[in-house]
Every structure is written in structure tokens, then in C-alpha cells.
């Protein structure tokens, strides 16, 4: 007790009387006897204030205590008389001066606690005193430094003790009453002696007698009563179960139990933070808001560094018990702002305790209101108990919650702040849990989305749609893809494939087999030889990699659609003629990656306005059923009648994706096949000379001009010159093909027999040649080459005026 007196740390001489409804002495200790004067005969049954006549309050608080400092609770100073009156329903402690009693004059100076006690008993106060001479020597010396107050036993080493000890201090009486007052005891805080704000001892009682003493005169006493033919006294507490009920603080435990049951049900943050705050409002508290770092709301990784004045806060969450609307206009769901460095709120995130204000006055209102620019917070702060805890997971504060008592209900104290402290920790880790599972679906999300292609909806003679819904169990990052490749001819490559398995291996391979398929449709294989091929590289990666792919090229102008299977489901097409569907009849191949088996290609006549369906298994498969079920549900819902593409797929998806048991990612490509009729190619032979070039630009400028393209005639000229001198120049031999196509854009082709591949060259100003491809890039819509089986195809488009695409 740093040095201060007689008393041992901590251990003090106590006092313990207890007051009841009437205002009349129930119990009055041994300690009330040396401290007071008179005997526990003459004190039970009279007026409490006739024993404890008051002359003066000392208010001495210690050095650097701010009674309107954030987190404070002791109300030190407050009158004895007026919780001896009854007058309060808090408890309260302070130093006050005494006349002794016996008509001597003398005057105590003492220091008290008072606790008010509820329940179905009698006692209505419970009152500790000590002699502050005792504790600070005889002189003296160092009085005025010493304050009562409470805390938290928790707060302080051997917490347990403490505890098991509070029974030492308080009157022997029934288990059940003394079960009552130590839970509230210890729930309306345990009382210390305050040096200053952070220098504090808990109180332990000294009763100048050995307990064992105590124990066999008070059952000498009893035996005396007994032999008279009197009531026995009431049982001493030593001789009951040292286990005593706490309910106060079991039922603290029930609310954290039953809090921790509703809350935490689903990994959805969102969901998650609507739990925690209505898991608290009213039981706990009237209003509960809640705030989260802007990085843990966007599904970001941990918060890096504590936060500052800078950080954004999230409003994630509101839960009042007041009218409504009375918190929308000035504090809506949904905003982001920073938090001023003069307030609570800034106080409990930077230092990652809890802060407990247990009355905001009109004066401390102004104070916190005043921090805040552009809304006034006073109405819905003034006046009312405030408790702010931290919501925080490995030590990284990740958001916090604001919780407000109306004035009609008791303030925020000591336990209560022990009980919103461990409520914010059980809530900081399942939002932490929910996060961490935010993040880690956000990172498969963006792999899965960086490696599925982003479709052009109109290709050349045809339209496309796509859907793709990811697996339905957690982190299930699946391997299914689709795409579409522009092939030289106006042609298309559709494909789509499912890597077998689950996980980041499996996304990782599906991306090495979607880069490969779109290589090597871009040397324009044959769909079974580039199942070949695929099959040979699959191999090479290792002996794990297994997949089933359906690729498919389709010819707007002749047709036909070119298919090869590798163990996939076949696709389903939807006749426009009679609106009749059927699966495709394909060969099915074995798995990519089996090795040593051929795969063979079909082809399909397609008429304008037939459509093709491609899926993968996940949206037909459902465990414990057949497959055929599913195929056949596919084949009814994609012949049903849909205003646009999308509608089509969402038909589908809705027909077969929401049956139970659906785990695997579902990929879904639809592909409407309108193709390009004969008056919208032009196709011309050139030979293989310079002379053919003025002939080239005749032909074009000719043909636009009856297909109404004037407006890029001049553009188109000038490309199809480069082009065409480039071939004859390097093409030795065989001739030169030029084809015009108009679909959606205007497409032109130049296929030569040789098969080097142009490349874009730096010309400087004397060079007489590499300008030709520079003018193609800068002029195109798009441009590229492709190897042929007979050379290469050099091309590119052109946008044209609406109204002018066939």
C-alpha cells in the first residue's frame, strides 16, 4: 500500500453493517463495534442514521483524478446521507467525518463504501467502513491522498482469491442471501483504495481476531441460546459449503452463452454483424451501433497498422430501441467517416480497450458533439450511459461497437463493461472468422473470374451467352471454363471443359488448358487433332491432370458446325424450324490427359436460328440420381421459347441448377447460330504478282459501294493494299485469296501459301519497308494472323455505320 501506515497491504480493519427496508440496523459486525462504539445488541434494530450521524463529507480525491474523464465509474464524494436515506441506486463511496458516539465529542474520519442490495430479502444497504487514521499512520501524514472506489476483482492478481475471499467481509447469514449480496458485490464492483487514477489496492478484510476465535464463540453463543430455549442465531457463512453461488455473475454467463448461440450461424459478414447487434438490443443495451474498418467491409485482407483520425469506419449496423427514424437522418446505415482524435470512440480503437462513460452530461455531450463537423450528435448521446467496445481479432482492432443506455435504465458499470468486452471478443472472432471467409471466397472469386474469358456477345453469324455459377460448398474453386475464338473464315471456336477435382490445383490447371486450346485453335486444327494435341500436353504436365472438353467450330457461311468430344456431356441442339431439341450423337472420347486413345469429329448441318447448348456436368448431375434425368431436363429447357439469349440461360439455370444436392461449378454456353448469307461474301483469287494490287483496290472499293460501305472505303482501300502487297511479295508461289465478309463488322481476309507469320517491324524514316502492318493496327477496329493448313490468313475489321449490318 506504498508505504502508507500500519495496515498491511490491502488488509484494513472493516466495518459491515447492513441496513433494511425500514432503515434499521439488520447486521452490525464486530469491526462496527471497534470502529463505532456500540455493542450489536444495542445496534440492531435502531436507525441507521442515529448510529452514523454524519458531520461532513471530506471530498478528497486523489492526485490526478478527473471525475469527467472517459472510462471512470467511482462516484467517490458522494454523500454517506444519501444512500443511508435510501436516496440512491448506485453504489457509491467517499470519505466522510464521523461523531462518535458515547457523548466524547470525537470525531472518525472513515472511509466507506455503500452498496444498495435488491432481491427478495430485507437488506436494502450494505455498508464497509474504515478508519483513515489507521491506514495512513497516527500523524496522519498522507490522509488526503486516499479515496475509496471500486473495480473489477478481475483487475487484480490472485482475482480468485479475491473473490472466494469477499465472504471474509460480509455478515454470516443464510447461503441464499449471502449468495445474493456477493454476486452483486461483485457485480456492482469490489472495493479499493485509490492512490490516483492507476495506483489502486483492493480491500481484504483484517478482523484483528483469529476467524477460528470467531467461529467457536459464535457457536458457544449459540448453544447458550439453544439451552434457553431461545432462537438459534443464524448459521456463520465459515460454516457453510465454501462453494457459494454467484447469480449475478451466472447470469452474466447465460447472457455471454446464449449471446454466443445466436450469433456466428452463418459465414455471410453481413449476416454475421446483423446477429451481434441484435443479439444485445434491449437485453444489454438500448442502441448498439456498429463500425468496421472499410477493409474488412470490401472483403480485403487483415488491416495493416493501427488506426488513426484517417481511418474509415464502415457503418455497418444500427439496432435501437427508440422511435423510428430518430437515428437514420443523422447517423444512416451505410456511411463511411473518420473519427475525431478528442473523443471515446477514438479512444477505444486506438488503444483497443473498452471505454465506459457511465453519465454523459450536457457538458460532456457538447465536448464529444463538438468533434463531429456537419451533424449534431447531442440529442442521441446526452444524457445517457455509454459503454464502447473494441471488436478485435489477433490484436488488430477490426471495428467497434457503440452501446447506449437510455436514463431509464441503470448506468453502465464496472461488470457491465467486463460483459461488453467479452461480447465484443466472441463477436470480434466470428466476424473475424466471417471475414477471413469473405476474403478467401473474394481471392477464388478473382481467380476463377481472371481466368474465364469475358465473351463478346456477337460474333461473326452468330450470338453468345454465358453464365457460370461457382460450387456451393465452402472454397470450392471449381475447374469448369467456357470460350469463344474468332478463327480466320468467319468461323467461331466454342469450347467448354471441366477439369476434374476441386481447389486452386484444379483452377491452376484449367488456365494452363484454356491457354493451350485458344493456341492452338489460333493454327486453326481441326477439332479432333487439337484434342490430340491437348491430350499430348496434358500428359506432359502430369499424370494427375485429367479433364473433359467439347470443342466445336461453326462456319456461319457454309453451315456447319465441327465437333470433337473428350469424355464430355454432349451438347443439345435446338432446331428453329420445328423448336424440337435433342442431344447431339458424338463419339465421347476418353478424358483429356488418359493418353493413347483417338478422337474423332463430327459434323453437323445448322440452320439460321439454331441454337446450341454446352454445358458442364455440374448443372445436370445431382448425387443419388441419374444422369439421363438430367440431360433430359436440359433438352426441355432449352427448347422453351425466350424473348433474348440471356432469358434462354436463366430458363435453363433456373430448370436445373436449383434441384437439391447441386455441389460442383456449372458452366453454361449458348451459342444462336444466325449465319451469314451468300450476298454478304465476296471472295476474289489473285495471283501471286504486284500487278493484282490496283486490281485488289478496285474490287473492294466496288463492292462496298454496293453494300451502301462507301463511308469506309477509303480505310479499307488502303489496308487491303498493304495486305495484298505483302502477300504477293512473299508468297512464291500459289495464289492469293481475298475475302470481304459483312457480319456485325466488316471483315476482310488476305490467305497466302506462305506460312511465316508477319510481324509489326520499327521503320525509320529511310526505310522503304515495315510501314504496311503500322497503318493495319492504327486504322483497324482488330487485326491478327493465323496459320492455315496451307499458309496463313492475315485480316482485319472495320465498325460500319448502324443500319448498314446485315
Given at each position: 500500500?506504498h508505504?502508507?501506515?500500519?495496515?498491511?497491504?490491502?488488509?484494513?480493519?472493516?466495518?459491515?453493517?447492513?441496513?433494511?427496508?425500514?432503515?434499521?440496523?439488520?447486521?452490525?459486525?464486530?469491526?462496527?463495534?471497534?470502529?463505532?462504539?456500540?455493542?450489536?445488541?444495542?445496534?440492531?434494530?435502531?436507525?441507521?442514521?442515529?448510529?452514523?450521524?454524519?458531520?461532513?463529507?471530506?471530498?478528497?480525491?486523489?492526485?490526478?483524478?478527473?471525475?469527467e474523464?472517459y472510462?471512470?465509474?467511482?462516484?467517490?464524494?458522494?454523500?454517506?446521507?444519501?444512500?443511508?436515506?435510501?436516496?440512491t441506486?448506485?453504489?457509491?463511496?467517499?470519505?466522510?467525518?464521523?461523531?462518535?458516539?458515547?457523548?466524547?465529542?470525537?470525531?472518525?474520519?472513515?472511509?466507506?463504501?455503500?452498496?444498495?442490495?435488491?432481491?427478495?430479502?430485507?437488506?436494502?444497504?450494505?455498508?464497509?467502513?474504515?478508519?483513515?487514521?489507521?491506514?495512513?499512520?497516527?500523524?496522519g501524514?498522507?490522509?488526503?491522498?486516499?479515496?475509496?472506489?471500486?473495480?473489477?476483482?478481475?483487475?487484480?492478481?490472485?482475482?480468485?482469491?479475491?473473490?472466494?475471499?469477499?465472504?471474509?467481509?460480509?455478515?454470516?447469514?443464510?447461503?441464499?442471501?449471502?449468495?445474493?449480496?456477493v454476486?452483486?458485490?461483485?457485480?456492482?464492483?469490489?472495493?479499493?483504495?485509490?492512490?490516483?487514477?492507476y495506483?489502486?489496492?483492493?480491500?481484504?478484510?483484517?478482523?484483528?481476531?483469529?476467524r477460528?476465535t470467531?467461529?467457536?464463540?459464535?457457536?458457544?453463543?449459540?448453544?447458550?441460546?439453544?439451552?434457553?430455549?431461545?432462537?438459534?442465531?443464524?448459521?456463520?457463512?465459515?460454516?457453510l459449503?465454501?462453494?457459494?453461488?454467484?447469480?449475478?455473475?451466472?447470469?452474466?454467463?447465460?447472457?455471454?452463452?446464449?449471446?454466443?448461440?445466436?450469433?456466428?450461424?452463418?459465414?455471410?459478414?453481413?449476416?454475421t454483424?446483423?446477429?451481434?447487434?441484435?443479439?444485445?438490443?434491449?437485453?444489454?443495451?438500448?442502441?448498439?451501433?456498429?463500425?468496421?474498418?472499410?477493409?474488412?467491409?470490401?472483403?480485403?485482407?487483415?488491416?495493416?497498422?493501427?488506426?488513426?483520425?484517417t481511418?474509415?469506419?464502415?457503418?455497418?449496423?444500427?439496432?435501437?430501441?427508440?422511435?423510428?427514424?430518430?437515428?437514420?437522418?443523422?447517423?444512416?446505415v451505410?456511411?463511411s467517416?473518420?473519427?475525431?482524435?478528442?473523443?471515446?470512440?477514438?479512444?477505444?480503437?486506438?488503444?483497443?480497450?473498452?471505454?465506459?462513460?457511465?453519465?454523459?452530461?450536457?457538458?460532456?455531450?457538447?465536448?464529444?458533439?463538438?468533434q463531429?463537423?456537419?451533424?449534431d450528435?447531442?440529442p442521441?448521446?446526452?444524457?445517457?450511459?455509454?459503454?464502447?467496445?473494441?471488436?478485435?481479432?489477433?490484436?488488430?482492432?477490426?471495428?467497434?461497437?457503440?452501446?447506449?443506455?437510455?436514463q431509464?435504465?441503470?448506468?453502465?458499470?464496472?461488470?457491465?463493461?467486463?460483459?461488453?468486452?467479452?461480447?465484443?471478443?466472441?463477436?470480434?472472432?466470428?466476424?473475424?472468422?466471417?471475414?477471413?471467409?469473405?476474403?478467401?471466397?473474394?481471392?477464388?472469386?478473382?481467380?476463377?473470374?481472371s481466368?474465364?474469358?469475358?465473351?463478346e456477345?456477337?460474333?461473326?453469324?452468330?450470338?453468345?451467352?454465358?453464365?457460370?455459377?461457382?460450387?456451393?460448398?465452402?472454397?470450392?474453386?471449381g475447374?469448369?471454363?467456357?470460350?469463344?475464338?474468332?478463327?480466320?473464315?468467319?468461323?467461331?471456336?466454342?469450347?467448354?471443359?471441366?477439369?476434374?477435382?476441386?481447389?486452386?490445383?484444379?483452377?491452376?490447371?484449367?488456365?494452363?488448358?484454356?491457354?493451350?486450346?485458344?493456341?492452338?485453335?489460333?493454327?486453326?486444327?481441326?477439332p479432333?487433332?487439337?484434342?490430340?494435341?491437348?491430350?499430348?500436353?496434358?500428359?506432359?504436365?502430369?499424370?494427375?491432370?485429367?479433364?473433359?472438353?467439347?470443342?466445336?467450330?461453326?462456319?456461319?457461311i457454309?453451315?456447319?458446325?465441327?465437333?470433337?468430344?473428350?469424355?464430355?456431356?454432349?451438347?443439345?441442339?435446338?432446331?428453329?424450324?420445328?423448336g424440337?431439341?435433342?442431344?447431339l450423337?458424338?463419339?465421347?472420347?476418353?478424358?483429356?490427359?488418359?493418353?493413347g486413345?483417338?478422337?474423332?469429329?463430327?459434323?453437323?448441318?445448322?440452320?439460321?436460328?439454331?441454337?446450341?447448348?454446352?454445358?458442364?456436368?455440374?448443372?445436370?448431375?445431382?448425387?443419388?440420381?441419374?444422369?439421363?434425368?438430367?440431360?433430359?431436363?436440359?433438352?426441355?429447357?432449352?427448347?422453351?421459347?425466350?424473348?433474348?439469349?440471356?432469358?434462354?440461360?436463366?430458363?435453363?439455370?433456373?430448370?436445373?441448377?436449383?434441384?437439391?444436392?447441386?455441389?460442383?461449378?456449372?458452366?453454361?454456353?449458348?451459342?444462336?447460330?444466325?449465319?451469314?448469307?451468300?450476298?454478304?461474301?465476296?471472295?476474289w483469287?489473285?495471283?501471286?504478282?504486284?500487278?493484282?494490287?490496283?486490281?485488289?483496290?478496285?474490287?473492294?472499293?466496288?463492292?462496298?459501294?454496293?453494300?451502301?460501305?462507301?463511308?469506309?472505303?477509303?480505310?479499307?482501300?488502303?489496308?487491303?493494299?498493304?495486305?495484298?502487297?505483302?502477300?504477293?511479295?512473299?508468297?512464291?508461289?500459289?495464289?492469293?485469296?481475298?475475302?470481304?465478309?459483312?457480319s456485325?463488322?466488316?471483315?476482310?481476309?488476305?490467305?497466302?501459301?506462305?506460312?511465316?507469320?508477319?510481324?509489326?517491324?520499327?521503320?525509320?524514316?529511310?526505310?522503304?519497308?515495315?510501314?504496311?502492318?503500322?497503318?493495319?493496327?492504327?486504322?483497324a477496329?482488330?487485326?491478327?494472323?493465323?496459320?492455315?493448313?496451307?499458309?496463313?490468313?492475315?485480316?482485319?475489321?472495320?465498325?460500319?455505320?448502324r443500319?448498314?449490318?446485315?
Amino acid at each position: 500500500m506504498h508505504g502508507t501506515g500500519q495496515a498491511p497491504q490491502g488488509r484494513v480493519p472493516l466495518a459491515v453493517v447492513v441496513v433494511d427496508q425500514a432503515g434499521g440496523v439488520s447486521h452490525w459486525s464486530t469491526g462496527a463495534r471497534r470502529l463505532f462504539g456500540p455493542a450489536r445488541e444495542d445496534a440492531v434494530g435502531r436507525p441507521v442514521t442515529d448510529l452514523l450521524p454524519v458531520s461532513g463529507a471530506l471530498r478528497a480525491e486523489p492526485e490526478g483524478y478527473d471525475p469527467e474523464g472517459y472510462g471512470t465509474y467511482d462516484r467517490i464524494g458522494d454523500d454517506l446521507e444519501l444512500s443511508l436515506g435510501g436516496q440512491t441506486a448506485y453504489p457509491t463511496a467517499g470519505r466522510a467525518r464521523l461523531d462518535a458516539t458515547g457523548g466524547t465529542g470525537a470525531r472518525i474520519d472513515v472511509l466507506w463504501w455503500a452498496y444498495p442490495l435488491v432481491g427478495p430479502g430485507t437488506e436494502r444497504l450494505l455498508v464497509l467502513a474504515a478508519d483513515a487514521r489507521g491506514l495512513t499512520g497516527a500523524d496522519g501524514e498522507g490522509s488526503e491522498r486516499i479515496a475509496p472506489g471500486f473495480a473489477l476483482h478481475t483487475d487484480f492478481p490472485g482475482a480468485d482469491e479475491l473473490a472466494r475471499g469477499l465472504p471474509e467481509i460480509l455478515p454470516s447469514m443464510s447461503v441464499g442471501e449471502s449468495a445474493r449480496i456477493v454476486s452483486q458485490v461483485l457485480e456492482l464492483g469490489y472495493p479499493v483504495m485509490e492512490f490516483s487514477r492507476y495506483d489502486r489496492v483492493p480491500v481484504t478484510a483484517d478482523w484483528g481476531v483469529s476467524r477460528r476465535t470467531e467461529r467457536k464463540a459464535r457457536r458457544a453463543e449459540a448453544a447458550r441460546a439453544v439451552a434457553a430455549g431461545l432462537p438459534a442465531p443464524r448459521r456463520p457463512l465459515d460454516d457453510l459449503a465454501e462453494d457459494i453461488e454467484y447469480t449475478a455473475v451466472r447470469e452474466r454467463l447465460e447472457f455471454l452463452n446464449e449471446v454466443s448461440g445466436r450469433i456466428g450461424s452463418s459465414l455471410d459478414l453481413s449476416r454475421t454483424i446483423v446477429e451481434v447487434s441484435r443479439a444485445v438490443v434491449p437485453r444489454f443495451t438500448d442502441v448498439a451501433g456498429t463500425y468496421l474498418r472499410e477493409q474488412v467491409v470490401a472483403g480485403e485482407g487483415f488491416p495493416e497498422g493501427p488506426p488513426d483520425a484517417t481511418t474509415m469506419w464502415h457503418r455497418v449496423a444500427l439496432e435501437h430501441t427508440d422511435e423510428p427514424g430518430r437515428w437514420d437522418d443523422v447517423v444512416p446505415v451505410g456511411e463511411s467517416m473518420p473519427f475525431p482524435v478528442h473523443t471515446p470512440f477514438f479512444q477505444c480503437m486506438t488503444s483497443g480497450d473498452p471505454v465506459l462513460v457511465p453519465y454523459i452530461s450536457q457538458e460532456m455531450g457538447d465536448a464529444i458533439a463538438s468533434q463531429f463537423e456537419k451533424r449534431d450528435i447531442r440529442p442521441l448521446i446526452t444524457h445517457r450511459s455509454m459503454l464502447v467496445v473494441p471488436l478485435k481479432a489477433r490484436n488488430v482492432v477490426l471495428g467497434f461497437m457503440i452501446l447506449l443506455r437510455h436514463q431509464e435504465r441503470p448506468v453502465f458499470n464496472d461488470m457491465d463493461r467486463v460483459t461488453g468486452a467479452e461480447l465484443a471478443a466472441r463477436a470480434g472472432l466470428v466476424l473475424d472468422n466471417a471475414r477471413m471467409y469473405t476474403y478467401q471466397e473474394s481471392v477464388a472469386e478473382t481467380l476463377q473470374d481472371s481466368m474465364l474469358p469475358h465473351i463478346e456477345p456477337h460474333m461473326a453469324g452468330c450470338d453468345i451467352a454465358t453464365r457460370y455459377l461457382p460450387g456451393t460448398l465452402l472454397g470450392r474453386v471449381g475447374g469448369d471454363w467456357f470460350d469463344s475464338i474468332k478463327l480466320p473464315g468467319a468461323r467461331t471456336a466454342l469450347v467448354v471443359g471441366d477439369v476434374m477435382g476441386h481447389g486452386l490445383n484444379s483452377a491452376a490447371m484449367m488456365g494452363q488448358l484454356r491457354t493451350a486450346v485458344q493456341t492452338m485453335a489460333g493454327l486453326d486444327l481441326p477439332p479432333a487433332q487439337l484434342l490430340r494435341n491437348l491430350d499430348d500436353l496434358a500428359q506432359r504436365l502430369g499424370e494427375h491432370y485429367l479433364a473433359t472438353c467439347l470443342y466445336a467450330v461453326y462456319d456461319p457461311i457454309v453451315g456447319e458446325l465441327h465437333l470433337a468430344n473428350a469424355g464430355h456431356i454432349p451438347p443439345v441442339i435446338v432446331r428453329a424450324a420445328d423448336g424440337r431439341s435433342e442431344l447431339l450423337d458424338l463419339p465421347t472420347g476418353a478424358p483429356i490427359g488418359v493418353g493413347g486413345v483417338p478422337f474423332e469429329s463430327v459434323t453437323v448441318r445448322v440452320a439460321p436460328g439454331d441454337r446450341l447448348v454446352m454445358c458442364t456436368d455440374g448443372l445436370v448431375e445431382v448425387r443419388g440420381e441419374d444422369i439421363g434425368v438430367g440431360l433430359a431436363t436440359l433438352c426441355e429447357s432449352a427448347a422453351h421459347p425466350a424473348a433474348s439469349m440471356d432469358d434462354a440461360c436463366d430458363t435453363i439455370i433456373r430448370s436445373l441448377a436449383g434441384r437439391g444436392g447441386r455441389k460442383d461449378d456449372v458452366a453454361l454456353l449458348m451459342v444462336r447460330m444466325s449465319g451469314i448469307e451468300s450476298g454478304d461474301v465476296a471472295h476474289w483469287e489473285l495471283a501471286p504478282t504486284s500487278r493484282e494490287v490496283p486490281r485488289a483496290r478496285a474490287l473492294v472499293r466496288r463492292q462496298l459501294a454496293d453494300w451502301g460501305l462507301s463511308s469506309v472505303e477509303y480505310a479499307a482501300e488502303l489496308m487491303v493494299c498493304e495486305l495484298v502487297t505483302n502477300a504477293v511479295r512473299h508468297a512464291h508461289a500459289g495464289p492469293v485469296q481475298l475475302r470481304l465478309v459483312r457480319s456485325g463488322t466488316l471483315l476482310c481476309e488476305v490467305e497466302d501459301a506462305e506460312h511465316t507469320l508477319p510481324t509489326l517491324l520499327s521503320a525509320g524514316p529511310g526505310d522503304e519497308f515495315g510501314r504496311g502492318l503500322r497503318v493495319v493496327a492504327h486504322l483497324a477496329r482488330e487485326w491478327g494472323t493465323s496459320r492455315t493448313a496451307t499458309g496463313k490468313t492475315v485480316w482485319f475489321e472495320l465498325t460500319v455505320p448502324r443500319g448498314k449490318v446485315h
